[in-house]
Protein backbone atom coordinates (compact mmCIF):
# COMPACT_ATOMS: atom_id res chain seq x y z
CA UNK A 1 0.00 0.00 0.00
CA UNK A 2 3.17 2.03 0.85
CA UNK A 3 4.11 1.77 -2.16
CA UNK A 4 1.10 2.71 -4.26
CA UNK A 5 1.37 5.75 -2.60
CA UNK A 6 4.64 6.95 -3.53
CA UNK A 7 3.69 5.95 -7.00
CA UNK A 8 0.55 8.76 -6.04
CA UNK A 9 3.18 11.31 -5.21
CA UNK A 10 5.82 10.86 -8.34
CA UNK A 11 2.60 10.98 -10.33
CA UNK A 12 1.76 14.09 -8.51
CA UNK A 13 4.65 15.54 -8.50
CA UNK A 14 5.71 14.96 -12.20
CA UNK A 15 2.22 16.49 -13.05
CA UNK A 16 2.37 20.08 -11.74
CA UNK A 17 6.30 20.14 -12.62
CA UNK A 18 6.59 23.86 -12.40
CA UNK A 19 5.24 24.23 -8.85
CA UNK A 20 7.22 21.37 -8.15
CA UNK A 21 10.32 22.61 -9.33
CA UNK A 22 10.05 25.87 -7.50
CA UNK A 23 9.04 24.33 -4.19
CA UNK A 24 11.94 22.31 -4.59
CA UNK A 25 14.45 25.18 -4.76
CA UNK A 26 13.68 26.73 -1.34
CA UNK A 27 14.86 22.69 0.21
CA UNK A 28 18.03 22.19 -2.44
CA UNK A 29 19.29 25.41 -1.50
CA UNK A 30 19.33 24.97 2.46
CA UNK A 31 20.62 21.12 1.61
CA UNK A 32 23.04 21.72 -0.95
CA UNK A 33 24.51 24.72 1.81
CA UNK A 34 24.53 21.81 4.67
CA UNK A 35 25.84 18.79 2.67
CA UNK A 36 28.61 21.58 1.12
CA UNK A 37 29.52 22.74 4.69
CA UNK A 38 29.47 19.46 6.38
CA UNK A 39 31.77 17.82 3.20
CA UNK A 40 34.39 20.85 3.53
CA UNK A 41 34.31 20.85 7.33
CA UNK A 42 34.90 17.10 7.89
CA UNK A 43 37.48 17.00 5.01
CA UNK A 44 39.15 19.54 6.83
CA UNK A 45 39.17 17.88 9.85
CA UNK A 46 40.25 14.73 8.34
CA UNK A 47 43.36 16.75 6.89
CA UNK A 48 44.65 18.34 9.79
CA UNK A 49 44.36 14.64 11.74
CA UNK A 50 46.50 13.70 8.93
CA UNK A 51 49.10 17.14 9.60
CA UNK A 52 48.65 16.07 13.46
CA UNK A 53 49.73 11.95 12.77
CA UNK A 54 52.82 13.72 10.66
CA UNK A 55 54.04 15.86 13.24
CA UNK A 56 53.28 13.20 16.03
CA UNK A 57 51.99 13.25 19.20
CA UNK A 58 54.98 13.30 21.21
CA UNK A 59 55.89 16.99 20.42
CA UNK A 60 55.22 20.11 21.63
CA UNK A 61 55.68 23.78 20.32
CA UNK A 62 56.81 26.88 22.23
CA UNK A 63 56.53 30.12 21.13
CA UNK A 64 56.99 33.58 22.61
CA UNK A 65 53.74 35.92 23.35
CA UNK A 66 52.90 39.10 24.19
CA UNK A 67 53.42 39.99 27.93
CA UNK A 68 51.39 41.80 30.31
CA UNK A 69 51.11 45.34 31.68
CA UNK A 70 49.83 48.75 30.55
CA UNK A 71 49.06 48.87 26.14
CA UNK A 72 52.34 49.61 24.64
CA UNK A 73 54.63 48.12 26.88
CA UNK A 74 53.24 44.50 26.05
CA UNK A 75 56.12 43.77 23.57
CA UNK A 76 56.96 40.23 22.58
CA UNK A 77 60.00 39.04 24.71
CA UNK A 78 61.60 36.68 22.06
CA UNK A 79 62.75 33.27 22.80
CA UNK A 80 66.47 32.94 22.78
CA UNK A 81 69.55 30.14 22.71
CA UNK A 82 69.62 30.16 26.54
CA UNK A 83 66.01 29.59 26.86
CA UNK A 84 66.51 26.40 24.19
CA UNK A 85 69.01 24.61 26.45
CA UNK A 86 66.93 25.43 29.82
CA UNK A 87 64.08 23.06 27.84
CA UNK A 88 66.40 20.84 27.27
CA UNK A 89 66.99 20.14 30.68
CA UNK A 90 63.82 19.47 31.49
CA UNK A 91 63.63 15.97 32.79
CA UNK A 92 61.37 13.55 30.39
CA UNK A 93 62.59 15.29 27.14
CA UNK A 94 64.08 13.54 25.31
CA UNK A 95 65.57 16.26 22.91
CA UNK A 96 64.43 20.23 21.89
CA UNK A 97 65.20 22.33 18.68
CA UNK A 98 64.55 25.60 17.52
CA UNK A 99 64.08 27.62 14.68
CA UNK A 100 64.47 31.03 13.39
CA UNK A 101 62.46 32.82 10.62
CA UNK A 102 62.85 35.98 8.27
CA UNK A 103 61.35 37.39 5.32
CA UNK A 104 64.11 38.45 3.05
CA UNK A 105 65.03 39.68 0.02
CA UNK A 106 65.80 36.65 -2.64
CA UNK A 107 67.52 37.13 -6.07
CA UNK A 108 67.57 34.93 -8.77
CA UNK A 109 69.81 36.84 -12.47
CA UNK A 110 67.61 39.54 -12.40
CA UNK A 111 64.68 38.63 -10.35
CA UNK A 112 63.93 39.87 -6.78
CA UNK A 113 61.44 38.49 -4.90
CA UNK A 114 60.43 38.07 -1.15
CA UNK A 115 60.14 34.55 0.40
CA UNK A 116 60.32 33.28 3.95
CA UNK A 117 63.89 31.73 5.31
CA UNK A 118 64.01 29.65 7.81
CA UNK A 119 66.84 28.36 9.52
CA UNK A 120 67.93 24.52 10.29
CA UNK A 121 70.18 23.90 13.12
CA UNK A 122 72.98 20.90 13.97
CA UNK A 123 72.91 16.99 14.17
CA UNK A 124 70.46 15.71 16.55
CA UNK A 125 68.48 19.27 16.30
CA UNK A 126 68.05 19.34 12.62
CA UNK A 127 67.32 15.28 12.69
CA UNK A 128 63.88 16.68 15.09
CA UNK A 129 63.23 19.37 13.29
CA UNK A 130 63.10 17.30 10.03
CA UNK A 131 61.00 14.89 11.78
CA UNK A 132 58.30 17.27 12.80
CA UNK A 133 58.14 19.57 9.78
CA UNK A 134 58.33 16.43 7.72
CA UNK A 135 61.11 18.17 5.74
CA UNK A 136 61.79 15.52 3.39
CA UNK A 137 64.24 15.53 0.39
CA UNK A 138 62.90 14.98 -3.05
CA UNK A 139 66.06 16.19 -5.17
CA UNK A 140 69.71 17.10 -4.19
CA UNK A 141 70.78 16.10 -0.78
CA UNK A 142 69.79 17.95 3.16
CA UNK A 143 72.08 20.18 4.68
CA UNK A 144 75.03 18.75 6.43
CA UNK A 145 76.50 20.37 9.85
CA UNK A 146 79.38 21.83 7.50
CA UNK A 147 77.27 23.78 4.79
CA UNK A 148 77.49 27.33 5.34
CA UNK A 149 76.09 29.25 2.14
CA UNK A 150 73.99 26.36 1.33
CA UNK A 151 70.30 26.38 0.84
CA UNK A 152 67.21 24.09 0.77
CA UNK A 153 64.08 25.38 -1.44
CA UNK A 154 60.69 24.51 -1.32
CA UNK A 155 59.57 22.45 -4.60
CA UNK A 156 57.74 25.69 -5.56
CA UNK A 157 60.56 27.78 -6.38
CA UNK A 158 61.02 24.49 -9.18
CA UNK A 159 57.31 23.99 -9.96
CA UNK A 160 56.64 27.65 -10.72
CA UNK A 161 58.23 30.59 -11.87
CA UNK A 162 58.85 32.33 -8.59
CA UNK A 163 61.70 33.81 -9.76
CA UNK A 164 61.37 34.59 -13.10
CA UNK A 165 62.43 30.86 -13.69
CA UNK A 166 62.12 27.44 -12.29
CA UNK A 167 64.97 27.33 -9.93
CA UNK A 168 66.98 23.79 -10.19
CA UNK A 169 69.91 22.72 -8.38
CA UNK A 170 73.29 23.90 -8.16
CA UNK A 171 71.47 27.73 -9.00
CA UNK A 172 72.82 30.54 -7.44
CA UNK A 173 70.39 32.95 -5.54
CA UNK A 174 71.19 35.58 -3.38
CA UNK A 175 69.83 36.09 -0.25
CA UNK A 176 69.83 39.23 1.59
CA UNK A 177 72.48 40.14 -0.95
CA UNK A 178 74.66 37.40 0.13
CA UNK A 179 75.20 34.20 -2.65
CA UNK A 180 73.47 30.66 -1.63
CA UNK A 181 73.87 27.47 -3.53
CA UNK A 182 70.86 25.25 -3.90
CA UNK A 183 71.57 21.92 -2.90
CA UNK A 184 68.34 20.50 -2.55
CA UNK A 185 64.85 20.80 -2.90
CA UNK A 186 62.07 19.61 -0.51
CA UNK A 187 58.70 17.27 -1.67
CA UNK A 188 55.75 18.47 -2.05
CA UNK A 189 53.56 19.35 1.04
CA UNK A 190 50.55 21.43 0.05
CA UNK A 191 50.96 24.28 2.05
CA UNK A 192 51.98 26.93 0.17
CA UNK A 193 53.55 27.99 3.49
CA UNK A 194 56.30 25.70 3.22
CA UNK A 195 56.28 24.96 -0.23
CA UNK A 196 57.34 28.84 -1.18
CA UNK A 197 60.14 28.81 1.71
CA UNK A 198 63.72 28.57 1.26
CA UNK A 199 66.02 26.61 4.66
CA UNK A 200 69.52 27.42 5.33
CA UNK A 201 71.97 26.94 8.04
CA UNK A 202 71.05 28.22 11.49
CA UNK A 203 74.70 30.13 11.75
CA UNK A 204 74.53 31.27 8.42
CA UNK A 205 71.12 33.11 9.30
CA UNK A 206 72.19 34.24 12.51
CA UNK A 207 75.23 35.57 10.60
CA UNK A 208 73.05 37.19 7.22
CA UNK A 209 70.33 38.22 9.44
CA UNK A 210 72.17 39.77 12.28
CA UNK A 211 70.22 37.63 15.04
CA UNK A 212 72.39 36.29 17.11
CA UNK A 213 69.92 35.20 19.83
CA UNK A 214 66.60 35.04 18.90
CA UNK A 215 64.46 31.54 18.48
CA UNK A 216 60.84 31.96 16.97
CA UNK A 217 60.12 28.38 18.12
CA UNK A 218 60.95 25.89 19.86
CA UNK A 219 59.78 22.09 19.30
CA UNK A 220 60.35 19.30 22.07
CA UNK A 221 60.28 15.72 21.79
CA UNK A 222 59.02 14.32 24.90
CA UNK A 223 60.87 10.96 25.85
CA UNK A 224 57.06 9.18 27.01
CA UNK A 225 53.90 9.90 24.64
CA UNK A 226 52.15 9.30 27.61
CA UNK A 227 52.39 12.30 30.16
CA UNK A 228 52.68 14.59 27.55
CA UNK A 229 49.80 16.61 29.26
CA UNK A 230 52.94 16.27 32.38
CA UNK A 231 55.73 17.23 30.56
CA UNK A 232 54.24 20.25 29.17
CA UNK A 233 53.51 21.76 32.30
CA UNK A 234 57.24 21.15 33.86
CA UNK A 235 58.35 22.51 30.39
CA UNK A 236 55.94 25.55 31.36
CA UNK A 237 57.15 25.37 35.19
CA UNK A 238 60.89 25.34 34.21
CA UNK A 239 60.90 28.36 31.74
CA UNK A 240 58.70 30.44 33.63
CA UNK A 241 61.26 30.11 36.62
CA UNK A 242 64.22 30.56 34.28
CA UNK A 243 62.60 33.49 32.61
CA UNK A 244 61.59 35.10 35.87
CA UNK A 245 57.79 35.19 35.45
CA UNK A 246 54.75 34.45 37.45
CA UNK A 247 52.79 32.13 37.35
CA UNK A 248 49.64 32.66 34.78
CA UNK A 249 51.33 35.54 33.64
CA UNK A 250 53.76 33.02 31.31
CA UNK A 251 55.14 35.53 27.97
CA UNK A 252 55.56 32.26 26.06
CA UNK A 253 52.71 29.64 25.04
CA UNK A 254 53.64 26.04 25.29
CA UNK A 255 51.11 24.14 23.11
CA UNK A 256 50.71 20.31 21.79
CA UNK A 257 49.66 19.63 18.49
CA UNK A 258 46.68 19.29 19.63
CA UNK A 259 46.05 22.90 21.13
CA UNK A 260 47.66 23.96 17.98
CA UNK A 261 45.35 22.20 16.00
CA UNK A 262 42.54 22.36 17.95
CA UNK A 263 42.41 26.03 17.51
CA UNK A 264 42.41 26.01 14.19
CA UNK A 265 39.17 23.64 14.30
CA UNK A 266 37.63 25.61 16.60
CA UNK A 267 37.46 28.79 14.00
CA UNK A 268 36.64 26.55 11.70
CA UNK A 269 33.14 25.22 14.06
CA UNK A 270 32.24 28.62 14.67
CA UNK A 271 32.22 29.57 11.03
CA UNK A 272 30.42 25.81 10.42
CA UNK A 273 27.73 27.10 12.96
CA UNK A 274 26.91 30.52 11.86
CA UNK A 275 26.84 29.25 8.16
CA UNK A 276 24.63 26.23 9.30
CA UNK A 277 22.80 28.56 11.04
CA UNK A 278 21.63 30.39 8.26
CA UNK A 279 21.15 27.51 6.04
CA UNK A 280 18.91 26.35 8.64
CA UNK A 281 17.28 29.19 8.11
CA UNK A 282 16.61 28.26 4.22
CA UNK A 283 15.59 25.03 5.19
CA UNK A 284 13.02 26.35 7.47
CA UNK A 285 11.72 28.97 4.25
CA UNK A 286 12.00 25.85 2.07
CA UNK A 287 9.82 23.94 4.50
CA UNK A 288 7.21 26.73 4.79
CA UNK A 289 6.92 26.72 0.57
CA UNK A 290 6.42 23.06 0.97
CA UNK A 291 3.47 23.72 3.36
CA UNK A 292 2.25 26.26 1.47
CA UNK A 293 2.39 23.82 -1.77
CA UNK A 294 0.68 21.16 -0.10
CA UNK A 295 -1.99 23.60 1.57
CA UNK A 296 -3.00 24.44 -2.05
CA UNK A 297 -2.97 21.10 -3.50
CA UNK A 298 -5.18 20.04 -0.81
CA UNK A 299 -7.87 22.99 -1.61
CA UNK A 300 -7.14 21.74 -5.05
CA UNK A 301 -7.85 18.38 -4.67
CA UNK A 302 -10.51 18.65 -2.14
CA UNK A 303 -12.73 16.86 -4.83
CA UNK A 304 -10.66 13.84 -5.18
CA UNK A 305 -9.61 13.40 -1.47
CA UNK A 306 -14.02 13.08 -1.54
CA UNK A 307 -13.28 10.24 -4.29
CA UNK A 308 -10.87 8.68 -1.85
CA UNK A 309 -13.20 8.45 0.75
CA UNK A 310 -16.48 7.35 -1.49
CA UNK A 311 -14.20 4.34 -2.09
CA UNK A 312 -12.69 3.20 1.07
CA UNK A 313 -9.86 5.36 2.01
CA UNK A 314 -9.47 6.56 5.85
CA UNK A 315 -8.39 9.33 7.56
CA UNK A 316 -5.44 7.50 7.84
CA UNK A 317 -5.08 6.78 4.10
CA UNK A 318 -5.02 10.30 2.99
CA UNK A 319 -3.07 11.45 5.82
CA UNK A 320 -0.46 9.10 4.71
CA UNK A 321 -0.39 10.32 0.63
CA UNK A 322 -0.39 13.69 1.79
CA UNK A 323 3.09 13.23 3.86
CA UNK A 324 4.08 11.15 1.42
CA UNK A 325 4.18 13.49 -1.38
CA UNK A 326 5.86 16.87 0.56
CA UNK A 327 7.80 14.40 2.21
CA UNK A 328 9.03 13.34 -1.47
CA UNK A 329 9.16 16.65 -2.39
CA UNK A 330 11.68 17.30 0.51
CA UNK A 331 13.82 14.17 -1.01
CA UNK A 332 13.77 15.35 -4.68
CA UNK A 333 14.85 18.58 -3.81
CA UNK A 334 17.78 17.02 -1.28
CA UNK A 335 18.45 15.06 -3.97
CA UNK A 336 19.35 18.02 -6.09
CA UNK A 337 20.65 19.83 -3.02
CA UNK A 338 23.00 16.67 -2.46
CA UNK A 339 24.77 16.51 -5.94
CA UNK A 340 25.08 20.13 -5.71
CA UNK A 341 26.14 20.62 -2.62
CA UNK A 342 28.93 17.85 -3.34
CA UNK A 343 29.89 19.83 -6.18
CA UNK A 344 30.48 22.66 -4.01
CA UNK A 345 32.53 21.32 -2.27
CA UNK A 346 34.29 19.51 -5.24
CA UNK A 347 34.63 22.44 -6.39
CA UNK A 348 36.21 24.91 -3.35
CA UNK A 349 38.66 21.44 -3.04
CA UNK A 350 40.07 22.54 -6.17
CA UNK A 351 40.32 26.37 -6.26
CA UNK A 352 41.77 25.76 -3.03
CA UNK A 353 44.06 23.14 -4.38
CA UNK A 354 44.90 24.67 -7.93
CA UNK A 355 44.87 28.68 -6.90
CA UNK A 356 45.70 28.72 -3.28
CA UNK A 357 47.77 25.95 -3.33
CA UNK A 358 46.69 24.38 -0.18
CA UNK A 359 45.78 20.52 0.94
CA UNK A 360 44.17 21.20 3.81
CA UNK A 361 40.60 21.97 1.85
CA UNK A 362 39.54 18.92 0.86
CA UNK A 363 35.86 17.69 0.11
CA UNK A 364 34.96 14.53 2.00
CA UNK A 365 32.14 12.05 0.66
CA UNK A 366 30.32 9.18 2.48
CA UNK A 367 27.21 7.48 1.99
CA UNK A 368 26.19 8.15 5.34
CA UNK A 369 26.45 12.20 4.34
CA UNK A 370 24.55 11.11 0.99
CA UNK A 371 21.31 9.26 2.61
CA UNK A 372 21.59 11.09 5.87
CA UNK A 373 20.91 14.42 3.66
CA UNK A 374 18.05 12.75 1.85
CA UNK A 375 16.21 11.52 4.87
CA UNK A 376 16.62 14.70 6.46
CA UNK A 377 15.36 16.53 3.53
CA UNK A 378 12.30 14.07 3.16
CA UNK A 379 11.54 14.35 7.12
CA UNK A 380 11.85 18.22 6.40
CA UNK A 381 8.99 17.82 3.81
CA UNK A 382 6.98 15.78 5.73
CA UNK A 383 7.26 17.70 8.73
CA UNK A 384 5.73 20.67 7.14
CA UNK A 385 3.31 18.50 4.95
CA UNK A 386 1.69 17.44 8.13
CA UNK A 387 -0.56 20.11 8.88
CA UNK A 388 -2.04 19.97 4.92
CA UNK A 389 -2.51 16.57 5.04
CA UNK A 390 -3.94 16.82 8.79
CA UNK A 391 -6.32 19.01 7.22
CA UNK A 392 -7.29 17.05 3.75
CA UNK A 393 -7.53 13.83 6.18
CA UNK A 394 -9.70 15.53 8.10
CA UNK A 395 -12.20 16.48 5.11
CA UNK A 396 -15.44 15.33 5.30
CA UNK A 397 -16.64 12.98 2.18
CA UNK A 398 -19.70 14.70 1.54
CA UNK A 399 -18.76 17.85 1.58
CA UNK A 400 -15.31 17.17 -0.15
CA UNK A 401 -17.76 15.41 -3.37
CA UNK A 402 -19.47 18.60 -3.52
CA UNK A 403 -16.24 20.85 -3.87
CA UNK A 404 -16.26 22.44 -7.42
CA UNK B 1 -39.22 -13.26 2.91
CA UNK B 2 -36.10 -11.37 1.84
CA UNK B 3 -33.26 -10.25 3.83
CA UNK B 4 -33.20 -6.93 4.89
CA UNK B 5 -29.52 -5.14 3.80
CA UNK B 6 -29.96 -1.26 4.81
CA UNK B 7 -32.97 -0.05 7.20
CA UNK B 8 -33.34 3.54 8.02
CA UNK B 9 -35.31 4.19 11.01
CA UNK B 10 -36.25 7.84 11.50
CA UNK B 11 -33.37 9.28 10.35
CA UNK B 12 -32.78 12.95 10.36
CA UNK B 13 -30.35 15.63 9.06
CA UNK B 14 -29.83 19.06 10.05
CA UNK B 15 -27.89 21.13 8.37
CA UNK B 16 -26.79 24.58 9.74
CA UNK B 17 -26.27 27.06 7.34
CA UNK B 18 -24.99 29.98 8.99
CA UNK B 19 -27.60 30.64 11.76
CA UNK B 20 -30.59 29.06 9.87
CA UNK B 21 -30.85 25.12 10.68
CA UNK B 22 -32.75 23.15 7.39
CA UNK B 23 -33.83 19.40 8.23
CA UNK B 24 -33.08 17.93 5.04
CA UNK B 25 -34.43 14.86 6.12
CA UNK B 26 -37.00 14.87 8.68
CA UNK B 27 -37.75 11.29 10.18
CA UNK B 28 -36.83 8.80 6.77
CA UNK B 29 -37.88 5.53 7.34
CA UNK B 30 -36.55 3.16 4.48
CA UNK B 31 -35.86 -0.41 4.33
CA UNK B 32 -34.18 -1.65 0.89
CA UNK B 33 -33.91 -5.95 0.59
CA UNK B 34 -31.13 -7.69 -0.46
CA UNK B 35 -31.30 -7.75 -4.39
CA UNK B 36 -33.21 -5.28 -4.95
CA UNK B 37 -33.33 -2.61 -7.07
CA UNK B 38 -34.85 0.69 -5.49
CA UNK B 39 -35.19 4.11 -7.67
CA UNK B 40 -35.16 7.09 -5.22
CA UNK B 41 -37.40 10.22 -6.84
CA UNK B 42 -38.64 13.26 -5.41
CA UNK B 43 -37.78 17.04 -6.70
CA UNK B 44 -34.18 18.91 -5.85
CA UNK B 45 -34.23 19.67 -2.13
CA UNK B 46 -36.18 16.54 -1.31
CA UNK B 47 -33.61 15.09 0.37
CA UNK B 48 -32.65 12.50 -2.36
CA UNK B 49 -28.94 12.57 -2.38
CA UNK B 50 -28.73 13.66 1.85
CA UNK B 51 -30.77 10.05 1.75
CA UNK B 52 -28.24 8.03 -0.50
CA UNK B 53 -25.60 9.32 1.35
CA UNK B 54 -26.74 8.31 4.49
CA UNK B 55 -27.60 4.33 2.74
CA UNK B 56 -23.76 4.87 1.28
CA UNK B 57 -22.38 5.31 4.91
CA UNK B 58 -20.84 8.56 2.99
CA UNK B 59 -22.61 10.81 6.20
CA UNK B 60 -24.10 9.99 9.42
CA UNK B 61 -27.54 11.28 10.53
CA UNK B 62 -28.33 13.76 13.41
CA UNK B 63 -30.82 11.44 14.73
CA UNK B 64 -32.19 7.91 13.92
CA UNK B 65 -30.73 4.55 13.13
CA UNK B 66 -28.94 3.10 10.43
CA UNK B 67 -28.78 -0.53 10.16
CA UNK B 68 -26.13 -2.34 7.75
CA UNK B 69 -26.23 -6.06 7.85
CA UNK B 70 -27.88 -6.18 11.59
CA UNK B 71 -25.03 -3.78 12.54
CA UNK B 72 -25.81 -0.33 13.58
CA UNK B 73 -23.97 2.20 11.75
CA UNK B 74 -24.84 5.63 12.44
CA UNK B 75 -22.46 5.88 15.63
CA UNK B 76 -19.54 4.82 13.76
CA UNK B 77 -16.31 7.01 13.26
CA UNK B 78 -15.54 8.16 9.61
CA UNK B 79 -12.46 5.76 9.75
CA UNK B 80 -14.94 3.04 10.25
CA UNK B 81 -17.70 4.01 7.75
CA UNK B 82 -14.59 4.57 5.01
CA UNK B 83 -13.81 0.99 5.70
CA UNK B 84 -17.56 -0.37 5.45
CA UNK B 85 -17.74 1.97 1.92
CA UNK B 86 -14.58 0.26 0.90
CA UNK B 87 -15.87 -3.41 1.04
CA UNK B 88 -19.91 -3.03 0.81
CA UNK B 89 -20.89 -0.01 -1.11
CA UNK B 90 -20.06 1.05 -4.79
CA UNK B 91 -20.94 4.74 -5.73
CA UNK B 92 -21.40 5.65 -9.22
CA UNK B 93 -21.95 9.60 -9.57
CA UNK B 94 -23.49 11.97 -11.75
CA UNK B 95 -19.92 13.79 -12.34
CA UNK B 96 -18.90 10.30 -12.92
CA UNK B 97 -15.74 11.34 -10.51
CA UNK B 98 -13.01 9.72 -11.80
CA UNK B 99 -9.23 10.74 -10.85
CA UNK B 100 -8.25 12.92 -14.04
CA UNK B 101 -4.58 11.97 -13.36
CA UNK B 102 -5.16 8.79 -13.39
CA UNK B 103 -5.99 6.34 -16.19
CA UNK B 104 -9.18 4.12 -16.53
CA UNK B 105 -6.83 1.30 -15.07
CA UNK B 106 -5.60 3.00 -11.88
CA UNK B 107 -9.42 4.11 -11.29
CA UNK B 108 -10.85 1.09 -11.08
CA UNK B 109 -8.01 -0.49 -8.98
CA UNK B 110 -8.43 2.54 -6.79
CA UNK B 111 -10.49 0.90 -4.09
CA UNK B 112 -8.91 -1.98 -4.29
CA UNK B 113 -5.40 -0.31 -3.13
CA UNK B 114 -7.34 0.73 0.24
CA UNK B 115 -8.47 -2.94 0.93
CA UNK B 116 -4.73 -3.91 0.55
CA UNK B 117 -4.76 -6.03 -2.63
CA UNK B 118 -1.62 -6.78 -4.36
CA UNK B 119 -0.73 -5.63 -7.43
CA UNK B 120 -1.12 -8.71 -9.43
CA UNK B 121 -4.47 -9.43 -8.18
CA UNK B 122 -5.83 -5.74 -8.57
CA UNK B 123 -5.01 -5.41 -12.12
CA UNK B 124 -6.21 -8.72 -12.62
CA UNK B 125 -9.61 -7.78 -11.90
CA UNK B 126 -9.48 -3.88 -12.83
CA UNK B 127 -9.02 -5.58 -16.48
CA UNK B 128 -11.53 -7.98 -15.67
CA UNK B 129 -14.44 -5.41 -14.96
CA UNK B 130 -13.38 -3.14 -17.55
CA UNK B 131 -14.05 -5.89 -20.07
CA UNK B 132 -17.06 -6.26 -18.51
CA UNK B 133 -18.28 -2.15 -19.06
CA UNK B 134 -17.16 -2.87 -22.64
CA UNK B 135 -13.86 -0.93 -22.65
CA UNK B 136 -11.25 -3.74 -22.27
CA UNK B 137 -9.84 -1.29 -25.24
CA UNK B 138 -9.46 1.52 -23.52
CA UNK B 139 -7.83 0.75 -19.87
CA UNK B 140 -4.92 3.32 -20.09
CA UNK B 141 -7.12 6.04 -21.10
CA UNK B 142 -7.35 9.05 -19.35
CA UNK B 143 -10.50 9.85 -18.05
CA UNK B 144 -10.24 13.52 -20.52
CA UNK B 145 -9.53 10.69 -23.46
CA UNK B 146 -12.84 9.41 -22.84
CA UNK B 147 -16.41 10.24 -24.10
CA UNK B 148 -18.93 10.46 -21.09
CA UNK B 149 -20.75 7.48 -21.54
CA UNK B 150 -17.24 6.20 -21.45
CA UNK B 151 -16.16 7.31 -18.14
CA UNK B 152 -19.24 6.51 -16.37
CA UNK B 153 -18.86 2.93 -17.81
CA UNK B 154 -15.35 3.28 -15.59
CA UNK B 155 -17.30 4.45 -13.14
CA UNK B 156 -19.51 1.30 -12.74
CA UNK B 157 -16.41 -0.71 -13.14
CA UNK B 158 -14.90 0.93 -10.05
CA UNK B 159 -18.03 0.99 -7.76
CA UNK B 160 -17.39 -3.15 -8.59
CA UNK B 161 -14.12 -3.43 -8.45
CA UNK B 162 -14.07 -4.66 -4.18
CA UNK B 163 -17.37 -7.26 -4.92
CA UNK B 164 -19.87 -5.01 -2.76
CA UNK B 165 -23.06 -5.69 -1.50
CA UNK B 166 -24.67 -2.37 -2.72
CA UNK B 167 -24.37 -0.15 -5.74
CA UNK B 168 -25.56 3.51 -5.05
CA UNK B 169 -26.16 5.52 -8.51
CA UNK B 170 -27.02 8.94 -7.78
CA UNK B 171 -28.04 10.72 -11.03
CA UNK B 172 -26.15 8.14 -13.36
CA UNK B 173 -27.49 9.38 -16.30
CA UNK B 174 -27.79 13.07 -15.46
CA UNK B 175 -24.80 14.16 -17.73
CA UNK B 176 -25.46 11.95 -20.18
CA UNK B 177 -27.45 12.45 -23.61
CA UNK B 178 -30.18 10.04 -23.86
CA UNK B 179 -28.93 7.53 -25.79
CA UNK B 180 -25.93 6.46 -23.87
CA UNK B 181 -27.97 6.99 -20.76
CA UNK B 182 -29.95 4.63 -21.77
CA UNK B 183 -26.66 2.17 -22.30
CA UNK B 184 -25.44 2.82 -18.54
CA UNK B 185 -28.69 2.05 -17.55
CA UNK B 186 -28.83 -1.17 -19.43
CA UNK B 187 -25.22 -2.36 -17.63
CA UNK B 188 -27.08 -1.56 -14.04
CA UNK B 189 -29.46 -3.39 -14.97
CA UNK B 190 -27.14 -6.50 -16.15
CA UNK B 191 -25.81 -6.06 -12.59
CA UNK B 192 -28.99 -6.34 -10.70
CA UNK B 193 -30.27 -9.33 -13.13
CA UNK B 194 -27.28 -11.28 -13.23
CA UNK B 195 -25.07 -10.40 -10.52
CA UNK B 196 -27.79 -10.11 -8.27
CA UNK B 197 -26.45 -6.98 -7.10
CA UNK B 198 -28.83 -4.49 -4.64
CA UNK B 199 -28.82 -1.27 -6.61
CA UNK B 200 -30.22 1.98 -5.62
CA UNK B 201 -30.52 5.08 -7.69
CA UNK B 202 -31.61 8.15 -7.51
CA UNK B 203 -33.16 10.10 -10.76
CA UNK B 204 -35.46 12.60 -10.82
CA UNK B 205 -36.76 11.55 -14.62
CA UNK B 206 -39.64 8.76 -14.28
CA UNK B 207 -38.73 7.33 -17.57
CA UNK B 208 -35.36 5.50 -15.88
CA UNK B 209 -37.15 4.95 -12.95
CA UNK B 210 -39.37 2.27 -14.75
CA UNK B 211 -36.30 -0.13 -14.52
CA UNK B 212 -36.31 -0.56 -10.74
CA UNK B 213 -38.39 -2.95 -9.07
CA UNK B 214 -39.99 -0.30 -6.79
CA UNK B 215 -40.33 3.75 -6.37
CA UNK B 216 -39.42 6.03 -3.33
CA UNK B 217 -40.62 9.25 -3.71
CA UNK B 218 -38.94 11.73 -1.41
CA UNK B 219 -40.25 15.35 -0.68
CA UNK B 220 -39.28 17.73 2.34
CA UNK B 221 -36.78 14.62 4.02
CA UNK B 222 -39.53 11.84 4.06
CA UNK B 223 -41.25 9.49 1.91
CA UNK B 224 -44.59 10.07 0.64
CA UNK B 225 -45.43 7.36 -1.61
CA UNK B 226 -44.18 4.09 -2.33
CA UNK B 227 -44.41 2.60 -5.78
CA UNK B 228 -43.68 -0.96 -6.78
CA UNK B 229 -43.33 -1.77 -10.50
CA UNK B 230 -45.05 -4.34 -11.87
CA UNK B 231 -43.44 -6.17 -15.03
Known sequence: ?404 | MKRSIIKLENVWKTYKMGDVEVNALQGLNLNINEGEFVAIMGPSGSGKSTAVNMIGCLDVPTKGKITLEQHDISKLSESELAQIRGRKIGFIFQQFNLIPTMTALENVMLPMIFQGLNEEKRTERAIKLLELVELGDRINHKPTELSGGQQQRVAIARALANNPEVVIADEPTGNLDSKTGTNVLDFLQKLHKKENKTIVMVTHDANLSRVAERIEFLKDGIIVKSLDNER
Request: aromatic share 8%; proline share 2%; charged share 25%.
Open chain 1, 1 to 404: MLKDYFKFALSTISHRKLRSWLTMIGIFIGIAAVVGLISLGQGFKQAINKEFEKIGVDKLFITAKGGFGPPGTNAVVKLTKDDLKAIKKVSGIENAAGFILANSKVEFEDEVGFFPIQSIPKGEERRLLAETQSLEIQEGRNLRDSDGFSAIIGIGFVEKELLGRNLRLRNKIKINDKDFTIVGVLEKTGDPGRDNSIFIPEDTLREVFNEPDKIDTIMVKAANVENMQIIAEKVTNDLRRFRNVKKDEEDFDVQTPEQLLGSFGDILNIVQSVLIGIAAISLLVGGIGIANTMYTAVIERTKEIGIMKSVGAQNKDILLIFIIESGLLGALGGLIGVVIGFGLSKSVEFIAKNVIGTNLIEAYFSYTLFFGALLFSFFIGALFGLMPARQAASLQPVEALRFK
